[in-house]
């Protein structure tokens, strides 16, 4: 039988690291984190070189993750690319959705209805709070407070209910359609949300009591990972990573997008820019998300849930096409050569729960851009960490990944 | 809110032109004064923020093949910037980089660079991101097949023990979406089947 020897790389630190020792006292050593590590919350992997205990330069090494989405996109419908997007930020899946149709749709100078506005603003929130509460709770989790995640995951598995009846998937939703959503809102649903709505704060109210005032968590992650205002705007952080270094820059209030101009709420803003301002920001917008759904879910306005005038864009009801010869053509004409779009091009972005989400269309015409490109939040977030990590314990490394929130769905594309 | 600060800029930077757009403002500039033209931006209309970089590929015959696209942002303002700037036609193509300027960029541009081969001039460390060290090719040009192209894994030991190389991808008669074309043999090419006919049945597989 043939011997197999295998380098098993924390086996050999110890044989390594003596070729970089120089000095009787200290100890330097090259260590890979990941791309399979609990820590890195994906593929990240993360190239260390150590001095004792502390960090000294770290370069991420990305990429293992790619799909090429980017590629797909100009070999496809605008339509058939909407699964794709769920993928990108898969926490929060119709936030992409939500970003990309409103992408297309300014491309096409369209304009969707208003209860199809508030349905995106309800389905955007929810899937903030889903991804606010899987990013405190594993935060926490990676600071040692299992338990936090149990409360946080509890109530995330509500949300996917909620998204269950509405979408039909829990995880993928692909719901938008260009020019509207795949289906209108269920009976009853709207309560629903709200009854969620109204049991969700002293949930918050619980992780706030175990976390914010919690000795060990906050020695764990105050005055770890700084990032200044200057630091943020030179290396493009969106979303709640911007709003911790002191920036007052959010998307919705800023650029309102979907008819958020008409709801009241307020945007945290920290001032430091450490791990731990970055956890309250989080707490600080699931709260004010709930203040939206409540505004949102009041007044849903009634009327079509789509745009019907855009002939060339979004597909008739499958009743009338069952019935009616022109629908019929319109049906098939959209299945089979796309959404009808004008040349141009494009740049959209929404603030989406990790940040914002940007995608840029050229378009020649027809049904299929000629150039999609998607420019992730977490890729420019993670952009940052060579800068912030060293100095550092290699100890405080998960805390300041769990602090940016990343996920390399979207960041590897 | 579109912008309108062209007629501004045009008596600093002659050379500019507007770039037909359906959002924000755009211009095309000229790779000789990128640099000069950014900082401009930024520290006049404060455009601070670099949010995307991306490149283009017009086709295979078109000269420039290649044009990078810079989306800015102005915190303080909350309007976007397209600036639009023509890669040289040589074999790779170049750019002036703007890391001095923008940390961010470092990582878009190397993204650039990984899947349009558009060398960055200037960048502290122009290699491949996404895809591995030593990939021979790059994804998102236009005379890339969507299938891939087959070619080795990294990493030798590992290749050596699976025999795992990288394969095109099974299309099944692709592309994903039916052509604007006038026959149907064109328009839905995966439903054109030519192995069969009345005169010859279908073959049982």
């Known amino acids: 039988m043939q011997k197999q020897e295998k380098e098993i790389s924390i086996a050999d630190i110890p044989s390594k690291s003596s070729q970089y020792e120089h000095d009787e ?6 260590l890979n984190m990941g791309p399979s590590h609990p820590a890195t919350h994906g593929v990240l992997r993360l190239k260390l070189d150590l001095e004792g205990d502390i ?40 936030s992409n959705n939500v970003a990309y149709a409103i992408t297309v749709e300014k491309l096409a100078n369209l304009e969707v209805p208003p209860r199809c506005q508030a349905i995106r603003v309800i389905v955007c929130e929810l899937a903030r709070i889903s991804s606010h509460l899987l990013g405190i709770g594993v935060y926490g989790m990676d600071a040692g407070a299992v338990t936090i995640f149990l409360y946080t995951f509890t ?12 979408t039909g998937a829990r995880f993928t939703t692909s719901y938008t359609r260009i020019g509207g959503v795949a289906r209108d809102i269920p009976e009853g649903w709207l309560r629903r949300v709200g009854d969620f709505l109204d049991q969700l704060p002293p949930i918050i109210d619980e992780v706030d009591t175990l976390l914010t005032r919690n000795k060990i968590f906050i020695e764990r992650t105050q005055n770890i990972g700084i990032i200044s205002k200057e630091d943020a705007i030179a290396y493009g952080l969106t979303g709640p990573n911007l709003r911790a270094s002191g920036i007052d820059l959010d998307l919705r209030k800023n650029a309102p997008y979907s008819g958020y101009e008409n709801y009241e709420f307020d945007v945290p803003i920290a001032t430091l820019g450490d791990a731990y301002d970055r956890y309250l920001i989080r707490m600080e917008e699931m709260r004010q998300s709930i203040r939206i759904l409540k505004q949102a879910i009041a007044k849903v306005p009634s009327g079509p849930w789509y745009a019907e005038n855009a002939k060339k864009i979004f597909a008739p009801p499958k009743a009338k096409v069952m019935r009616k010869m022109e629908e019929l053509i319109q049906n098939f004409m959209i299945v089979t050569e796309g959404p009808q779009m004008p040349p141009g091009e494009v740049y959209f972005e929404a603030e989406n729960p990790k940040g914002a989400l940007g995608f840029y269309i050229l378009s020649k015409g027809g049904g299929v851009p000629y150039r999609l490109k998607i420019r992730g939040p977490s890729f420019c977030n993670l952009s940052i960490l060579p800068k912030i990590v060293p100095g550092h314990m290699m100890s405080d490394i998960p805390i300041i990944l769990g602090s940016l929130d990343f996920v390399m769905g979207e960041c590897d594309r | 809110m579109k912008t309108s600060h062209f007629q501004t800029l045009k008596q600093q930077f002659n050379s500019i032109t507007s770039r037909p757009s359906t959002d924000w403002e755009a211009v095309n500039v000229p790779s000789e004064y990128l640099v000069e033209f950014c900082m401009h931006l930024r520290s006049n209309f404060a455009f601070d923020m670099l949010v995307d970089l991306t490149a283009i590929d017009l086709g295979i015959n ?17 309007n976007y910037f397209r600036v639009a700037c023509e890669c040289t036609d040589t074999e790779p193509p170049t750019m002036i980089s703007l890391t001095n300027i923008w940390p961010a960029a470092n990582w878009h541009e190397r993204e ?18 996404l895809m591995w060290q030593g990939y021979p090719y790059y994804p998102l040009r236009k005379d890339f097949p969507l299938a891939g192209i087959e070619t080795d894994l990294p990493g030798k030991d590992v290749v050596e023990e699976t025999k795992a190389k990288v394969i095109p991808a099974p299309l099944d008669g692709g592309p994903f979406h039916g052509v604007q074309a006038s026959t149907v043999k064109k328009r839905e090419p995966k439903g054109y089947d030519e192995s069969w006919s009345e005169q010859h049945p279908k073959p049982l597989s």
């Not at chain 1, 006292?25 to 090259?30: G, H, N, V």
């Not at chain 1, 991420?60 to 769920?86: S, W």
């Open chain 2, 62 to 78: 078109e000269s420039p093949r290649f044009v990078t696209i810079y989306h800015f942002f102005s915190s303080i303002n909350h």
């Open chain 1, 25 to 30: 006292c200290s100890e330097s050593m090259t």
């Open chain 2, 112 to 129: 650039a660079y990984d899947m349009f081969g558009i060398k960055f001039q200037g960048h502290p460390d122009l290699s491949r991101i």
């Open chain 1, 55 to 94: 960090v000294t330069s770290c370069e991420p090494v990305i990429g293992y993750l790619h799909r090429g989405d980017e590629k797909i996109a100009e070999n496809m419908t605008y339509n058939q690319f909407v699964p794709y997007t769920d993928r990108l930020d898969y926490i929060a899946p119709l």
């Open chain 1, 155 to 166: 109530q995330r598995e509500k949300l996917y209910t909620l998204f269950e009846e509405l």
